[in-house]
């Protein structure tokens, strides 16, 4: 879990284009959208297509994208749960 | 409802200066903004010289405090430079107090980014980040200018070719005319992008050298970027006596060729049709204009058809014009705007500024745009013309307060 987490931070930084932030500075638990790491709507888009490049995974439910995409953590918790 | 325009603040950025003062000394030393593009990565850079802004995104990103990790297109950050120093310059701090309107112009909108995205995404379509490609649209970079100045009782984006920013200008005075808003921030703003460079190369109309616009051996324009906003008020405004007036917007005219989808109808048809029609709503005559701010691009087409227009109006009395745009090149959609903070500074200050590079009289006509600058000139009256793609010709006339 703790190397998917380091791994989905490095893919964020690339993939949001965060290019004046470092693993170290995204919280793993903090919200990636709002007051945490400040993403909108256009970010949440590239998280999106992030699962889907990366990972091969689908959002099933639109709705789900919230609670998918709170934090690191919660998106490590995902990616894990769809494997199994 | 109010009948008269006035205007009471000025924006400017474009290669000849970051803002008003800069832009003022390089007009008055005769110091032109076309060189060798170095900012924009493109393979015209070593054979097409262009009036570049010298300054990366990211400088520019410093100069509004925007947070620096967010997608801006270039065209977004010259536009919000520009129309922060007009809202400054009218002494504009309370949005609220007044309905205040924002019309921007634009022909290329975030098109800098667009062609940032393409180049990810033409090797990987999953490549390439969504927030470049948002940028895409015109209404983009009017929108996230209009947020981050705080306006939203109306704001509107025009796209009309090089007439654009006249035709911004033009909607903000009938909207202040007819009691829908109580000022309006109105130019445009565009940036150099591959795009346009290489559209108007494959025009041939782009000069290898510095353009030398009314020339008889002139050859094409240069491209330019940069953005020009002017703050356009009724009288009737709240704090209005203490502000300084720039002069008044006494008459403006949008006519069209319907001609062709780039040249101008030989005989200056719509162009003749735009500057009248703006002498007579200001009711003036031709005899009373002190000076035209051409749109002069240096094309052999557009200045022959200007200088067909000037000849059949003002015929033996030619009134004192030049083209600016040897200094900033030609800026598109934001070239009204500049130029319009141009032509309010000529009347201002009393100055004429003048053609550069003007060598050859045309052959066709017996008149010659100024060369020198003219100082204490009593100007009371100026005319600046913007003349687009598409036959779309715009006039506006400036009038001492």
Same mark, same amino acid.
């Given at each position: 879990?703790?190397?998917?987490?380091?791994?989905?931070?490095?893919?964020?930084?690339?993939?949001?284009?965060?290019?004046?932030?470092?693993?170290?500075?995204?919280?793993?638990?903090?919200?990636?959208?709002?007051?945490?790491?400040?993403?909108?709507?256009?970010?949440?888009?590239?998280?999106?297509?992030?699962?889907?490049?990366?990972?091969?995974?689908?959002?099933?439910?639109?709705?789900?994208?919230?609670?998918?995409?709170?934090?690191?953590?919660?998106?490590?918790?995902?990616?894990?749960?769809?494997?199994? | 409802?109010?009948?008269?325009?006035?205007?009471?603040?000025?924006?400017?950025?474009?290669?000849?200066?970051?803002?008003?003062?800069?832009?003022?000394?390089?007009?008055?030393?005769?110091?032109?903004?076309?060189?060798?593009?170095?900012?924009?990565?493109?393979?015209?850079?070593?054979?097409?010289?262009?009036?570049?802004?010298?300054?990366?995104?990211?400088?520019?990103? $410093?100069?509004?405090?925007?947070?620096?990790?967010?997608?801006?297109?270039?065209?977004?950050?010259?536009?919000?430079?520009?129309?922060?120093?007009?809202?400054?310059?009218?002494?504009?701090?309370?949005?609220?107090?007044?309905?205040?309107?924002?019309?921007?112009?634009?022909?290329?909108?975030?098109?800098?980014?667009?062609?940032?995205?393409?180049? &990810?995404?033409?090797?990987?379509? &999953?490549?390439?980040?969504?927030?470049?490609?948002?940028?895409?649209?015109?209404?983009?970079?009017?929108?996230?200018?209009?947020?981050?100045?705080?306006?939203?009782?109306?704001?509107?984006?025009?796209?009309?070719?090089?007439? $654009?920013?006249?035709?911004?200008?033009?909607?903000?005075?009938?909207?202040?005319?007819?009691?829908?808003?109580?000022?309006?921030?109105?130019?445009?703003?565009?940036?150099?992008?591959?795009?346009?460079?290489?559209?108007?190369? &494959?025009?041939?109309?782009?000069?290898?050298?510095?353009?030398?616009?009314?020339?008889?051996?002139?050859?094409?324009?240069?491209?330019?970027?940069?953005?020009?906003?002017?703050?356009?008020?009724?009288?009737?405004?709240?704090?209005?006596?203490?502000?300084?007036?720039?002069?008044?917007?006494?008459?403006?005219?949008?006519?069209?060729?319907?001609?062709?989808?780039?040249?101008?109808?030989?005989?200056?048809?719509?162009?003749?049709?735009?500057?009248?029609?703006?002498?007579?709503?200001?009711?003036?005559?031709?005899?009373?204009?002190?000076?035209?701010?051409?749109?002069?691009?240096?094309?052999?087409?557009?200045?022959?058809?200007?200088?067909?227009?000037?000849?059949?109006?003002?015929?033996?009395?030619?009134?004192?014009?030049?083209?600016?745009?040897?200094?900033?090149?030609?800026?598109?959609?934001?070239?009204?705007?500049?130029?319009?903070?141009?032509?309010?500074?000529?009347?201002?200050?009393?100055?004429?500024?003048?053609?550069?590079?003007?060598?050859?009289?045309?052959?066709?006509?017996?008149?010659?745009?100024?060369?020198?600058?003219?100082?204490?000139?009593?100007?009371?009256?100026?005319?600046?013309?913007?003349?687009?793609?598409?036959?779309?010709?715009?006039?506006?006339?400036?009038?001492?307060?």
């Amino acid at each position: 879990m703790e190397e998917l987490i380091a791994k989905l931070k490095n893919e964020i930084i690339a993939q949001l284009n965060l290019e004046d932030k470092t693993p170290g500075d995204i919280q793993t638990d903090a919200p990636l959208f709002g007051d945490g790491l400040g993403l909108d709507s256009i970010d949440a888009l590239e998280l999106i297509v992030l699962l889907e490049k990366n990972y091969g995974l689908k959002l099933d439910k639109p709705e789900d994208g919230k609670t998918v995409f709170h934090s690191v953590r919660s998106m490590a918790e995902f990616i894990q749960s769809r494997k199994k | 409802m109010p009948n008269k325009i006035y205007i009471t603040g000025l924006g400017i950025i474009s290669a000849i200066g970051g803002n008003v003062e800069e832009s003022l000394h390089a007009l008055l030393e005769s110091r032109t903004g076309v060189g060798k593009i170095s900012i924009l990565k493109t393979a015209l850079s070593e054979t097409h010289p262009a009036a570049e802004v010298k300054k990366t995104n990211k400088e520019l990103v $410093s100069l509004t405090n925007l947070p620096e990790n967010k997608f801006y297109s270039r065209t977004m950050l010259l536009g919000l430079i520009a129309a922060r120093q007009a809202l400054t310059a009218a002494r504009i701090e309370k949005l609220n107090e007044a309905r205040t309107g924002f019309i921007s112009a634009t022909s290329v909108g975030g098109m800098d980014r667009t062609e940032v995205f393409y180049e &990810s995404f033409s090797k990987d379509n &999953s490549r390439g980040h969504l927030h470049d490609i948002i940028t895409h649209d015109c209404g983009e970079s009017t929108e996230a200018i209009a947020a981050q100045l705080g306006i939203n009782d109306f704001v509107d984006t025009i796209s009309t070719a090089c007439s $654009s920013s006249a035709n911004a200008i033009m909607l903000g005075a009938k909207m202040i005319k007819h009691g829908l808003l109580d000022r309006v921030i109105a130019g445009g703003t565009d940036a150099l992008s591959k795009f346009t460079l290489n559209g108007f190369n &494959s025009l041939m109309i782009l000069d290898r050298q510095p353009c030398q616009p009314f020339d008889d051996k002139r050859r094409g324009l240069n491209m330019g970027e940069g953005a020009g906003y002017i703050v356009l008020e009724s009288d009737k405004n709240p704090g209005f006596d203490q502000k300084e007036i720039f002069g008044e917007l006494s008459g403006y005219a949008n006519t069209n060729d319907a001609y062709h989808q780039t040249a101008s109808s030989p005989d200056a048809r719509g162009a003749i049709m735009a500057m009248t029609q703006a002498m007579e709503m200001a009711k003036l005559s031709p005899s009373q204009i002190d000076y035209i701010n051409a749109h002069g691009t240096g094309t052999p087409n557009n200045d022959l058809t200007e200088e067909t227009a000037i000849n059949n109006i003002f015929g033996e009395r030619i009134p004192p014009f030049s083209s600016t745009k040897a200094f900033t090149g030609h800026t598109l959609a934001a070239a009204g705007g500049i130029e319009a903070v141009i032509s309010l500074l000529a009347m201002k200050h009393g100055f004429i500024f003048p053609n550069l590079r003007y060598e050859t009289k045309m052959k066709e006509f017996e008149f010659s745009p100024v060369t020198e600058l003219r100082k204490q000139m009593k100007l009371s009256h100026v005319l600046s013309n913007s003349f687009g793609f598409g036959g779309n010709n715009s006039s506006l006339l400036f009038s001492k307060a």
